[in-house]
């Protein structure tokens, strides 16, 4: 059993409430930092820990706080991001659900260490009962006094809000996260300026991720030397990982950074194995935005060593045989899915999900969507491979935000580990493993 | 008509969380009150929104237009929403999808002709372990792990509550 930082303490009856959370431990940090250290004291423990956002991008913690415009006289904020719309990816909610008070007390530490006086929790509106269970919680938390004026009797005070979403995936990129916040459409922002300068209402701001959030009060608690002795090199502490598709025992993971993807997949600590004793055929391993990987490249580098579950291995081979930890959404597709049916799916979505702003993504995923359909339902050309794999360049690197390259990623590695499939498709329509469902009118939009 | 009195409270409670002139970072939270009164947002609904938050209209429809929570036309009383994307296919939620509209006797997008369900698909709800999986409006309550089976008693309890 490997280390739990976040869900030690996941199934203990009554969890949820401010009591329980307490008599586990809860509120040590807040008491701790407020009571004990100065803000630059916290930050200085964050950036030892080496804790690398958990949202996808993985960017140091520490150095992302340090950023933060100190000099201007403007107020400053706090913006938990806590949007989960990447497919593959179900951590956050189920850390919210479960363990409110936990996102509540690294709330209260992070503002705490930034300065900010007043913080919103941006939630995705589809996940109206989780809003709720927030709500109640950060009540609770006002009751005790762990929220609002001069907390614990400090000189430190705080406002804590949850903001609705409204269903729209681009809002988990933090500056159309920030429009949202605003009431407006969620549009990314150019950059720079970046959000530690111009955020919230144009004032600093930083936005992290409900389970990077999550980490800071252990890290408080114990020291960021005791978290960076978690995990292996630069990927330092656990990771939450949802795992899904066809294996045994779908659900959400801690992980000490370092485990094998083999004994991931395998291990009945993990997710058992393949359903129905099928074969693995592919994983995407960081939400569905990162690149799909063949059984064998997922198990083993090109350079023919085991495969870790650390933002450095998953990436090693980088776009040619490699992927990337991601958000830890981790997805498996056993030897009956179709990769070009999946692929669709995803284009579609990505298709459906873009804010329009820019023209290579308004129109590009629009384009790999269509082709893909008639590639998917045997109307594809030879030729409709390649355009693909053009148009993804074409979108690559050309956006103000980064859902360009969330699109065109998987539509390059599927076609990269995958040709022949695709080929197949084009060749011999009635070859696809998930033809019997076609049903064109049902799922079209 | 559009907001009883204890609504129009929570409104005004709900624009305290925002610094002073920040008023119209109320209206996500404020739309999704209206629709919750109404079921949907008409432009009647919008115009007042607008007025409550002192905004102008266009402000309101350009937002509600953007995101897909909002039904900016009638809409039967319960919205099934389900989730149309890669990780819930894997585990069956096209077949189930098929299942749904030949049990509603509709298709995606449609409302039955006595007005109980609308049926909509929707991309990831981030329940793709416990897929395949819906919501239903206005408490948005997740309904996992569906089989046909337990859809049709989801529809049958439905039917009796209504
Ligand atoms: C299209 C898109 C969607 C994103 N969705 C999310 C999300 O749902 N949750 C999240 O934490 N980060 C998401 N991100 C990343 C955020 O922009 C940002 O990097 C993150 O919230 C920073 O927090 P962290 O440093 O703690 O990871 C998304 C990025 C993009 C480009």
Redesign the interface.
Known sequence: MGKKILLEHVDVPGIQTLEVYRKMGGYQAVEKALKSMNPDEVVEEVKKSGLRGRGGAGFPTGMKWSFLDKKSDK?RYLVCNAD???????K??YLMQRIPHMLIEGMICSSFALGAR?SYIYV??????VIRILEKAIAEAYAAGLLGKNILGSDYSL?L?V???????ICGEETALLE???????NPRNKPPFPAVWGL?GCPTVVNNVETIADVPWIINHGGDAYAAIGIGKSTGTKLI?????IKK???YEIELGVPVEEFIYSDEYCGGITEGRKLKAVVAGG?SVPILPADLILTTANNEKRLMTYESLSDGGFVSGTMLGSG?F?V?DDR?CIV??LW??SR?YH??S?GQCSPCREGTGWMEKVLHRIEHGHGKMSDIDLLVDVAKKIEGKTICPLGEAAAWPVASAIRHFRAEFEEHVRNPDSCL?KH?H?E????? | MFFSESRIKEIEEIKKRYPEGRHKSALLPVLHLAQADHSWLSVDLMDEVARLLKLEPIEVYEVASFYTMFHLKPVGKYVIEVCRTGPCCNVGAEELIHHMEDKLGIRIGETTSDGLFTLKTVECLAACGTGPVLQIGPEYHYHENLTPEKFDQLISELRAKA
Request: with cysteine.
């Open positions: 107020p989960e719309s990447e497919p593959g990816t179900f956050d909610r007043t995705r509106g589809e996940m109206m009962y406002d809000y903001q609705p979403g409204g269903g729209a995936y949202s916040l605003e009431g407006k459409r969620g209402y949802s795992a899904c598709g066809n779908p659900g959400v569905s959404g997805i597709f899915q049916r999946n799916n995803f979505f459906h999900e804010c998930k469902l049903r009118a049902a799922l079209a939009h």
